[in-house]
Structure formats: C-alpha cells, structure tokens
C-alpha cells in the first residue's frame, strides 16, 4: 500500500515519454534520481550531480534541462522525455542517428544528455533563439547560420570527457541540416533531408 502524503512527501503523477507513472515520492528527490532509481530509466545518466556536466539532460516541454538540478515533484503535469523516448518505434531519431554514423561518442556515458540538448538546440536555433557567440542577436536578423562556433557554444554545457567533440558537432551540423531541409523539427529522413545535412556535417569538418 502507497504510504500515506506527509509534509515531506507526497503521491504525483509523472508523464515520461508518453506514458504515465504514478510513483509515492520524497519532495527532496531529483528528476534523476526519480528517473534511474524510482522508475528504472537508467538512460539518462548521473555524472557530477551538481549541474556542471550535462549527462542528466533531459527535455521537459520540450526545452532541456538538467534533471540533477530538478526536483521530481517540479515535473509534475509536465511533458518530460528521456533518451528512452526520443525515436518513433524502430526509427531513430535524425540526431541519433546522426550520433551514430559520424562517431559522436567513445564510450557513450554523456551520450543520452549530449542527444537531449543537440534536440533542444536545434529547435531553440530554428526559433531563433541567439547564443553568446551570436553576431547580431536582435530577433529581427533570425537564426544565425549554426556554424561550428555556434554549436560548440550551445552545445557547451554537456561535457565529454572523451574528447568526441568534433564528431559531435558534425552530427549536431547533419542532424539541423536534415530538419531544416525539412522545416520541421520532428521530420523523419528523407534522400533531400540526408543530402542538406551531410552537406552541413562537412562544413563543420573543414
Ligand atoms: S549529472 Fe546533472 S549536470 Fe552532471
Ligand atoms: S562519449 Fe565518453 S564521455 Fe562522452
């Protein structure tokens, strides 16, 4: 039987990729901690714990957050996807896949977060969203061509300790050419999609 709520917890109801878990949790517990320990989505990783390194980034309404830094009980009634949820079915997603065929990762610990926020920043770029790197940031000049500068800068708060951070670019480069050759963020590939983007991975290469 649930234990009862008390001041220091209380029965919520978490909406994770789609589905919905009911779960008796301390107020104290984190988003990650809610996520590997409670709920068994071990996807989303634990690196520093304190905000600095971006293993446990996740989306939550679709923007990206640290999950370390994010208390559960906050997600309530929120949309919060993990890595376990970011492909359609078999489909990978294009920045997956992107991840998969340019090598952006060794040993794959930052991997999850890394593909979270490379989601996010494409969709806050594609918004026109401006970066600290951005030349003219008034929101009448639209998004700034994702050059390599700007994805190493949108991308800088999801450390990799093994250093695969030129693949990473180039996958984050295929991946946003695909969707704006596509002009939506959710497109699947296509042969036009695949061709923009291989396109945008070599620039980032040269
Ligand atoms: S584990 Fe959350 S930022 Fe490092
Ligand atoms: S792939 Fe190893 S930490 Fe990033």
Redesign the pocket.
């Known amino acids: 039987m649930a234990p009862a709520p008390s001041s220091t917890s209380s029965a919520i109801t978490l909406n994770i990729n789609g589905e919905k878990h009911h779960l008796p949790i301390d107020h104290r517990t984190t988003l990650?901690d809610a996520l590997r320990e409670r709920l068994d989505l071990t996807g989303t990783k634990?690196?520093?714990?304190?905000?600095?390194?971006?293993?446990?980034t996740v989306l939550v309404d679709q923007r990206r957050v640290?999950?370390?830094?994010s208390l559960a009980v906050a997600a309530e009634g929120r949309e919060i996807t993990t890595i376990e949820g970011v492909a359609d079915a078999d489909e990978l997603h294009p920045v997956q896949q992107a991840f998969l065929d340019l090598d952006g990762y060794q040993c794959g610990y930052c991997t999850p977060g890394q593909i979270c926020s490379a989601i996010a920043v494409i969709e806050e770029h594609a918004a026109g969203w401006p970066s600290a790197v951005t030349d003219d940031p008034a929101p009448e000049a639209g998004p700034p061509p994702l050059t390599p500068e700007e994805i190493r800068e949108r991308m800088s708060g999801n450390l990799c300790r093994c250093g695969a951070y030129v693949s990473i670019v180039q996958a984050v480069a295929r991946a946003a050419g695909e969707y704006a050759a596509e002009g939506s963020a959710a497109g699947k590939h296509t042969a036009e999609g695949h061709a923009a983007g291989t396109d945008a991975a070599e620039e980032a290469a040269a």
């Open positions: 990650l634990k690196g520093c714990d304190q905000g600095q390194c971006g293993a446990c640290v999950s370390c830094l």
